[in-house]
């Protein structure tokens, strides 16, 4: 694990900076989404935009040596987007299906989804779909 | 406080990396949404063009029983707003495309030539034909360039082939249509899964009037006083080019609209038969107009200005598929996009030298008014609208109904972006009803927002509306219903003709394109 000094100014140890590379390929991952999500889908964009700015701030705090409030702040809101996407999908999805008024539930899950896994699975999504022309 | 030069540098890295980098990139979407929402057609002066007509197209070959056309989809210039050329995608290199017309019973045979850079998918709206030939939205004619994967042209099922054995080239398809169906309104279009609504906004639609001995002995007004107005709306980019707010305006790419159009693309720019505002000079008689609602998204609420004496001058005759069993006077029609009103006005109701224009009272600005029709000159009257017009038609009867269904429209949105049907988004492998072949059954229809609700193969009627009657416009027999935001529609509908699959949708093309769509598979 990243372990801060004492200070709460740490050194950057190794793992530090491939946890900042990782934070950093998760930003770009991020902005090469945005346009197109912003274009087509504001709000979704805008999460998207705060997961890049998120990911930028990781990145750096962690290459300069981080506070203990960034490393923990960064598995908090990380682990919290990887292991909340599949229930908060599935609570929503429910819950669409009984009410119209919770309709955006599923779509805010989405987001949620796709600040983690959304940039992979598009990918894979554009190989393996076999009806859309062009992809 | 004295800041380190590490501090600098890590403040640095902070604000480039963590707000920099990302609010430059934002930029890029956010001017576009920004000039999305600015774009604003070249004037021009309503009313000085004069209504062209689509010309009909003549077949390659007749055999007994059967017509050959050929038809090529290609790129080519228009004039459309005076002084400046546009880049149209149309059926023979026009928009609209040419009007197919047609005999009842006699097999109609369209050979579609796809030379343009995308692949096409042609939807006769309206007809009852066998799957292959209905323009499946996978059913792809693959382009000329070879631009496309071929392994996805014929990914419904069928083939190259035709029934009549024809085989088609790489970039041709045969589309076989039976006619086996009263006199009606029909139109062909685009339905290429992801990107109709570009390809019919790019010019993909054309008008294919089916007619028979019933419609021949009523004495309509017929010839030059048989007139068809395919309603348009579009917004053209300074140089005349249209502008269609696509994320990616290849359409070989990503599918779907820029935000500002998530709901529907609205012109604001109105065209009849491809003409902005045009006017048509008419004598002192009766005329029929068979009115398409060509847009991808408007709806029109027609009506006349000033009004005849006595009111009501829209006598309607005929509706999607059919003539109506009487004729019904509107002072106004209500239509949502693809819905086909057959109309008779009779300007010998006004004097020689008024004007008179149709309006859309929907609409705002510039797109309050449609066209000008100019009564000029005294002719003597030779037609008739009678009492009786389609006294046989056979209208599916609610009783008889076996099954009953319930659909949920529901668009996507600035939040999640995909439009569904009972909560799913279309997919081809997903059969979502299955009627038996000649059944009737009762569809009831819930929208969350103006949805017009298209059914392929399926003529119905509609029974409610809102728990209370239908509305003057759901009258006859249709193939589209519209829908208001929040209303509960219940229609009969049967399905009669062929067995397998086919879709239903929204015909919203945005909505569509975003996957309002769902099949059904006749059983």
Redo the contacts between chains.
């Keep these: 694990m990243m372990v801060a000094g004492r200070s709460g100014i740490g050194t950057p140890t190794a793992q530090h900076r491939v946890a900042a590379a990782l934070a950093f390929a998760s930003q770009l991952a991020h902005l090469w989404i945005l346009p197109e999500e912003f274009s087509a889908r504001p709000l979704v964009g805008t999460f998207v935009f705060l997961a890049a700015v998120f990911q930028g701030l990781l990145a750096a705090s962690l290459l300069f040596g981080p506070g203990r409030w960034a490393v923990r702040l960064g598995i908090l809101l990380n682990a919290t987007l990887v292991l909340a996407c599949q229930p908060v999908e599935k609570v929503g999805t429910e819950l669409v299906a009984t009410t119209n008024e919770a309709r955006n539930a599923p779509k805010m899950a989405y987001s949620a989804r796709f600040t983690v896994v959304g940039p992979v699975d598009d990918i894979r999504h554009a190989r393996s779909n076999p009806w859309r022309p062009g992809r | 406080m004295r800041i380190s030069r590490?501090k600098y540098?890590?403040l640095g890295?902070?604000l480039?990396?963590?707000?920099a980098?990302?609010m430059g990139?934002?930029s890029?979407?956010?001017s576009?949404?920004a000039a999305s929402a600015s774009v604003v057609s070249p004037p021009v002066e309503r009313f000085t063009v004069p209504l062209p007509v689509p010309p009909v197209l003549e077949p390659v070959r007749r055999e007994e029983g059967i017509d050959y056309y050929e038809i090529t989809q290609r790129v080519s210039n228009q004039e459309i707003l005076p002084g400046l050329k546009t880049e149209v995608w149309g059926y023979e290199g026009i928009f609209p495309g040419p009007t197919i017309e047609a005999r009842r019973r006699r097999k109609v045979v369209v050979r579609q030539i796809n030379e343009l850079p995308?692949?096409v998918a042609v939807h006769l709206h309206g007809g009852i034909m066998p799957p292959e030939s209905d323009g499946y939205p996978?059913d792809?004619v693959a382009p000329a360039n070879g631009?496309?994967?071929s392994?996805?042209v014929g990914?419904h099922g069928s083939s190259m082939h035709t029934d009549d054995g024809h085989e088609g080239a790489a970039n041709a398809r045969d589309y076989a249509y039976p006619n086996d169906q009263p006199a009606a309104t029909l139109w062909y279009h685009d339905h290429?899964?992801?990107f109709t609504g570009p390809q019919v906004y790019r010019g993909l639609a054309g008008l294919y009037l089916l007619r028979d001995e019933v419609e021949d002995d009523l004495h309509l007004p017929r010839g030059e006083r048989e007139v068809p107005l395919v309603i348009q709306d579009r917004t053209f980019e300074e140089d005349g080019s249209f502008y269609y707010p696509s994320?990616d305006p290849s359409?070989?790419?990503?599918?779907?609209?820029?935000?500002t159009a998530?709901n529907g693309v609205f012109g604001d720019t109105i065209l009849v038969n491809g003409a902005p505002w045009p006017y048509l000079e008419v004598s002192n008689t009766r005329y029929r107009f068979r009115m398409l609602n060509g847009s991808n998204a408007r709806f029109y609420d027609l009506a006349l200005d000033p009004p005849p004496p006595g009111g009501k001058p829209l006598v309607q005759v005929g509706s999607d598929v059919g003539l109506l069993d009487k004729p019904l006077a509107h002072n106004r029609l209500l239509g949502s996009p693809a819905e086909r009103f057959d109309v008779v006005v009779d300007f010998s109701r006004y004097e020689v030298g008024q004007e008179v224009t149709l309006k859309n009272l929907e609409g705002e600005g510039r797109t309050k008014e449609v066209m000008r029709f100019v009564i000029n000159r005294k002719e003597k009257e030779e037609s008739a609208v009678p009492e009786e017009l389609a006294s046989e038609l056979e209208v599916p009867d609610p009783n008889d109904a076996e099954v009953t269904r319930r659909f949920?429209f529901?668009a996507g949105?600035?939040?999640?972006?995909m439009s569904t049907i009972n909560?799913k988004v279309f997919d081809?492998e997903r059969v979502d009803a299955r009627p038996r072949l000649g059944a009737t059954e009762i569809w009831d229809l819930h929208a969350?927002q103006d949805h017009p609700i298209h059914l392929h193969l399926a003529h119905f009627r509609v029974v409610s509306r809102n728990g209370g009657p239908p509305a003057p416009y759901d009258v006859g027999l249709k193939d589209t219903v519209l829908m208001r935001a929040g209303d509960d529609v219940r229609i009969a509908a049967r399905f009669d003709g062929y067995r397998g699959k086919y879709v239903f949708h929204c015909h919203n093309l945005e909505h569509e394109d975003m996957m309002m769509m769902a099949n059904f598979e006749v059983v």
């Design positions: 590490r540098l890590e890295a902070m480039g990396v963590g707000l980098l990302p990139t934002l890029v979407p956010v576009r949404l995308v692949p996978t792809l631009a496309h994967d392994s996805t990914a290429r899964m992801d994320l359409l070989m790419g990503e599918h779907g609209t820029l935000a998530i949920q529901i949105g600035a939040w999640g972006g909560f081809p969350d």
